[in-house]
């Protein structure tokens, strides 16, 4: 899976919100499954509709080149 520009910016600013994420409720979630389906983050389910999203050392490093 090729990466596009709106999944480089994600990553940006997963990054630079200290490399992970808290996506609660009905927010639409196939950006953030899509850079795990990269390979640059990992899920874990906290409840019906609230997953936390953190980097890999794969995201870590695509993060860090892109400054």
Do not use: C, F
């Not at 919100?17 to 850079?35: I, T």
Request: charged share 30%.
């Amino acid at each position: 899976m090729q990466p596009t520009v709106e999944d480089l910016r994600l990553l940006k600013r997963i990054y630079v919100g200290g490399q992970s994420v808290h996506v609660e409720g009905n927010v639409d979630q196939r950006p953030y499954k899509r850079l795990e389906d990269i390979g640059w983050l990992t899920s874990t389910a906290l409840s019906m509709q609230d997953v936390a999203y953190k980097m890999t050392e794969k995201g870590l490093k695509q993060a860090l080149d892109l400054d």
